[in-house]
């Protein structure tokens, strides 16, 4: 069971991972460069906007250098995105596929250690079955946490780091059970307490700032967040099906 474990996490990270990665670029990538570029001043809100407003008045979120404090990535020049010569941007592309793979390829050892705890208890996995623990993993790991963080673009601001760190896991915990829960729970007891579970985090609320003044438009940040939760449902999806379909012919050549 343990090389049916690693085989299908190996291979459906690998495979999911790269997949995560042409979408980031495709679909996120210029949604990060160009909030970087409102954090870093080489764009302001409303430059172009006539008449000015006076300091401190209308839709003035905040001054560029204030606002580039939370997220200090750079120079506004360090963070001229228009051209794909740019010396850091294949090292940063690269990276961006690694951390993709990694993160992807920890997320399906999760799920085949899941096909495992089921399987143990009599549950059979096919290829359906990791579609539907595919999508349960999107909803733990991201649409839930996203209802009281949602993804953050640079440029915008948030509460401290350690709160949203310890609400997130908290929420992961509670909806992972939750679901787990409504998916094999035998009593309507177990269906009550999935219920709780799954409000609790939401209940208890995430942690915000006192007030918002981040300098990137919320037009930006809410495509931002759109585009990140709707490629990873495809991802998340894609990943429970490769994992359970390897681990289903794993486990019957075994």
């Known amino acids: 069971m343990i090389k049916s474990m690693v085989a299908s996490a190996l291979i459906a990270g690998c495979a999911v991972g790269l997949l995560a990665a042409l979408l980031h670029f495709a679909f996120v990538q210029d949604y990060i460069l160009?909030?970087?570029?409102?954090?870093?001043?080489?764009?302001?809100?409303?430059?172009?906007?006539?008449?000015?407003?006076?300091?401190?008045a209308?839709?003035?979120?905040?001054?560029?250098?204030?606002?580039?404090?939370?997220?200090?990535?750079?120079?506004?020049?360090?963070h001229d995105h228009g051209s794909e010569a740019e010396p850091g941007a294949v090292q940063r592309n690269a990276?961006?596929?690694?951390?993709?793979v990694l993160i992807y390829t920890a997320y399906a050892l999760l799920l085949a250690a899941g096909f495992g705890l089921a399987e143990s208890f009599g549950a059979t996995i096919t290829a359906r079955d990791g579609l539907l623990w595919g999508i349960g993993g999107f909803v733990t790991f991201q649409l839930a946490p996203a209802m009281g963080l949602a993804p953050e673009l640079p440029g915008t601001i948030a509460a401290e780091l350690g709160a949203r760190q310890l609400?997130?896991?908290?929420?992961?915990?509670c909806t992972?059970?939750?679901?787990?829960?409504?998916?094999?729970?035998r009593h309507w007891?177990?269906?009550?307490?999935?219920?709780?579970?799954l409000a609790l985090p939401h209940v208890i609320g995430a942690p915000h700032p006192d007030?918002?003044?981040?300098?990137?438009p919320p037009e930006v940040a809410g495509a931002f967040s759109a585009r990140v939760l709707g490629t990873a449902l495809v991802v998340w999806a894609l990943l429970g099906w490769v994992a359970a379909t390897v681990w289903h012919r794993e486990i019957r050549s075994t």
Do not use: C, I, K, M
Request: charged share 10%; hydrophobic share 50%.
């Open 58 to 78: 209308g839709h003035a979120h905040a001054t560029p250098d204030a606002a580039a404090a939370p997220h200090d990535h750079g120079s506004a020049a360090a």
């Open 34 to 56: 160009l909030g970087e570029e409102f954090e870093s001043g080489a764009r302001v809100h409303f430059e172009n906007a006539a008449p000015a407003t006076p300091e401190g």
């Open 211 to 216: 007030q918002f003044w981040g300098v990137a």
């Open 167 to 173: 609400w997130w896991w908290l929420t992961v915990g």
């Open 95 to 100: 990276l961006t596929v690694l951390f993709a």
């Open 176 to 185: 992972g059970s939750g679901l787990a829960l409504l998916a094999y729970g």
């Open 189 to 197: 007891a177990l269906f009550g307490l999935a219920g709780a579970l």
